[in-house]
């Protein structure tokens, strides 16, 4: 077949209003606009041209042929551009990472309850802050707050819209041009770069660093301890972890500390999980309520990590101190929005039920998944591939490393299966660019040369879209 030269190519270039009036492109129109679609179409041709001038063999290099080609270039490169656009800002995607709370990927799932819930409220109107039994003015934080409580034996709670705001609030309201006592070995780095030193100087407290990175003494606080002091803060490292020759201070002992000397003790749990995780095999991580029951006088933790539901910072401890922070004028500046309380109220109640949260909550149930689980679900997804993409793609099952991510868990490996695919007409690092470019984007990663679908982050629900982006993508370079 002949090659397409460059000024063939360029005067085969359809006018405008021919592009316009295709076929395939009415529906564009019609829904997009013409002018926006107009727009597009002089994009499109504009790099065309810029294409075909500055590469001889650009018409080759895309298989176009001839003037009916170049029409066919056209408006595929319209209607890419055209889906760019409409993927353009928040969407779904389908997690073949095995990164459970994947924070680039937007953490915890919400259980199918909350997200109805969410939906429920968002598109019409709700009692965020209307009591329904005397008919006033009612306070948004009441659901979420009587439901903390329950599950935490807290006196009071406050949500915030993240764990960040959660601690900035406390300090803020608490400890004002007063000392905050942390060790060395706790001030952490949170994702996004921010850091506990920054978050303490910050909210207009003076941080007072004391131990080392690895060891920190009960005599470290004490001898800190000055007539300025206001809070003794312990965080607990959800995110890394410091092993070998260690030594921290007990939240119990840092508690009477504290009474003695009549300070406030505040831990910041992080993820804050709200069962014993070391029931699922998992190493034991604190909970809130075994925290509150040590005597922490407020907790703060994550909504969207190791609890499974909706991002959110929530302060859980003594009543006292929480209606101060409560009349913090910042308070307002970072509450939560009716979404965020539909979703985390459903979540909590769901905790209610003992048996209920490794069944109903996404992040749980994958976290809890056995290794028979994980081979099935592999075997069945290989399976689905393998019929539909035939020798177009070699498929196989390997073990893998799944993590727990989200800033929890450090260094905990969960054993787990994923089906690695090699593409024979495509090169992968193209595949997994393509698969990420689908209308519904798949994310997975390259690992000895294959493209992994770790099968413990993908709902058995979202095989056969997996199956037609492969078939898809496997039939364009065919």
């Known amino acids: 077949m002949n090659q397409l030269k460059s000024k063939e190519a360029l005067r085969a270039i359809p006018p405008i209003n021919t592009i316009l009036e295709s076929e395939i492109l009415a529906d564009c129109a019609q829904e997009h606009g013409r002018e926006a679609l107009l727009r597009t179409v002089k994009l499109v041709l504009e790099d065309y041209k810029k294409s075909v001038i500055e590469d001889e063999d650009f018409c080759l290099k895309q298989g176009i042929f001839s003037e009916e080609g170049v029409l066919d270039y056209i408006i595929g490169r319209i209607l890419d551009e055209i889906g760019k656009d409409e993927r353009r800002g928040l969407g779904r995607v389908i997690n073949a990472t095995g990164i459970v709370l994947h924070t680039n990927l937007g953490r915890a799932p919400l259980p199918q309850k909350a997200a109805k819930a969410v939906v429920e409220v968002a598109t019409g109107y709700s009692n965020l802050e209307y009591d329904l039994e005397t008919g006033k003015r009612g306070d948004r934080h009441t659901y979420a707050e009587s439901l903390i409580k329950e599950l935490t034996g807290a006196e009071s709670a406050l949500v915030v819209n993240n764990n960040a705001a959660a601690i900035f609030l406390c300090i803020n309201t608490l400890?004002?041009?007063?000392?905050?006592?942390?060790?060395?070995?706790?001030?952490?780095?949170?994702?996004?770069?921010?850091?506990?030193?920054?978050?303490?100087?910050?909210?207009?407290?003076?941080?007072?660093?004391?131990?080392?990175?690895?060891?920190?003494?009960?005599?470290?606080?004490?001898?800190?301890?000055?007539?300025?002091?206001?809070?003794?803060?312990?965080?607990?490292?959800?995110?890394?972890?410091?092993?070998?020759?260690?030594?921290?201070?007990?939240?119990?002992?840092?508690?009477?500390?504290?009474?003695?000397?009549?300070?406030?003790?505040?831990?910041?749990?992080?993820?804050?999980?709200?069962?014993?995780?070391?029931?699922?095999?998992?190493?034991?991580?604190?909970t809130v309520q075994d925290s509150i029951r040590k005597g922490a006088d407020l907790v703060t933790f994550s909504g969207?990590?190791?609890?499974?539901?909706?991002?959110?910072?929530?302060?859980?401890?003594?009543?006292?101190?929480?209606?101060?922070?409560?009349?913090?004028?910042?308070?307002?500046?970072?509450?939560?929005?009716?979404?965020?309380?539909?979703?985390?109220?459903?979540?909590?109640?769901?905790?209610?039920?003992?048996?209920?949260?490794?069944?109903?909550?996404?992040?749980?149930?994958?976290?809890?998944?056995?290794?028979?689980?994980?081979?099935?679900?592999?075997?069945?997804?290989?399976?689905?591939?393998?019929?539909?993409?035939?020798?177009?793609?070699?498929?196989?099952?390997?073990?893998?490393?799944?993590?727990?991510?989200?800033?929890s868990l450090p260094g905990v490996m969960l054993p787990g299966k994923a089906v690695a695919l090699m593409p024979q007409s495509i090169g992968v690092s193209e595949f997994r660019e393509k698969l990420r470019k689908c209308s519904t984007p798949i994310v997975g990663r390259i690992h000895q040369g294959v493209f992994l679908l770790n099968v413990r982050t993908i709902d058995e629900t979202d095989y056969p879209v997996i199956v037609s982006a492969l078939c898809d993508i496997l039939g364009e370079v065919r």
């Open 175 to 286: 400890a004002p041009e007063r000392e905050v006592i942390v060790s060395r070995g706790q001030q952490v780095e949170i994702g996004g770069s921010f850091r506990i030193p920054d978050l303490i100087s910050g909210s207009g407290a003076k941080m007072v660093e004391i131990g080392t990175t690895n060891k920190t003494h009960l005599k470290d606080y004490e001898k800190a301890i000055s007539p300025d002091t206001r809070i003794l803060l312990k965080v607990h490292t959800s995110n890394y972890k410091v092993t070998g020759f260690t030594e921290s201070v007990a939240l119990e002992t840092l508690v009477g500390l504290g009474q003695k000397r009549g300070l406030i003790v505040a831990l910041d749990l992080g993820s804050g999980s709200l069962i014993d995780l070391s029931l699922m095999g998992l190493p034991y991580e604190p």
């Open 304 to 407: 969207d990590k190791l609890l499974g539901g909706p991002q959110a910072g929530i302060i859980a401890g003594r009543k006292a101190l929480i209606d101060l922070i409560k009349a913090n004028p910042l308070t307002r500046m970072v509450r939560p929005c009716k979404m965020t309380f539909s979703a985390l109220t459903e979540v909590l109640k769901i905790y209610l039920n003992e048996t209920a949260p490794m069944a109903q909550i996404p992040v749980l149930k994958m976290m809890a998944m056995t290794a028979e689980e994980l081979s099935d679900k592999a075997e069945q997804l290989a399976r689905l591939i393998e019929t539909s993409c035939g020798s177009r793609l070699k498929v196989d099952i390997v073990p893998e490393l799944d993590e727990v991510g989200g800033g």
